[in-house]
């Protein structure tokens, strides 16, 4: 069985996930994982690791296609420094090139579970909203697409019909 189907069974069946260990920012982190600990944490490997695959697997999808694309384009940023996590390096609609910002939401948080029982997605659909907030001082140059996916699966509906 795969590490990340293991953990995913685990987390759903409320079994033992790990070792008893302090986390890198000195929460102490139980058996169970303190639930959603390694989810969300600024500085647990796997939320890191998460959105690099993923952003990985969207620029390949362009390349698959013959669309020449950059990640992290270091003059494309907002007033606080902030970038989008690729850019194509043509035009796509418009005369305006296509970027792109990837986030993975963990939909059991606290602060997220009112939504996620409204509907599958809900969360992926407020991570994706957020994210065109974020951007929008970008979108007299650029067509912007966030790409939200919830870590337990659901995508926001701009990610699924584009």
């Known amino acids: 069985m795969t590490k990340p189907f293991r953990v ?34 600024k500085r647990a490997s796997g939320r890191t690791a ?21 990640k992290e384009l270091n003059g494309l940023s907002r007033s606080d420094g902030k970038r989008p996590d690729g850019l194509s390096l043509i035009p796509w609609q418009e005369g305006k090139p296509l970027c792109w910002d990837v986030t993975v939401i963990f939909p059991l948080v606290n602060s ?12 992926a659909e407020l991570a994706a ?5 974020k951007y929008s001082a970008l979108e007299d140059r650029y067509i912007f697409q966030p790409i939200a996916v919830e870590s337990l699966g659901p995508m926001n509906c701009g990610t699924a019909s584009s």
């Open 8 to 41: 995913a069974v685990g987390i759903r069946l409320g079994l033992p996930i790990c070792v008893p260990h302090q986390c890198q920012c000195g929460e102490l982190v139980d058996v169970y994982g303190n639930g959603i600990h390694s989810f969300v944490c």
């Open 112 to 123: 997220y579970l009112q939504s996620a029982t409204a509907s599958a997605g809900a969360v």
């Open 50 to 70: 998460r959105h690099y695959a993923l952003n990985e697997l969207v620029a390949s999808a362009f390349v698959s296609l013959d669309i020449p694309v950059t």
């Open 129 to 133: 909203t957020r994210k065109v907030a």
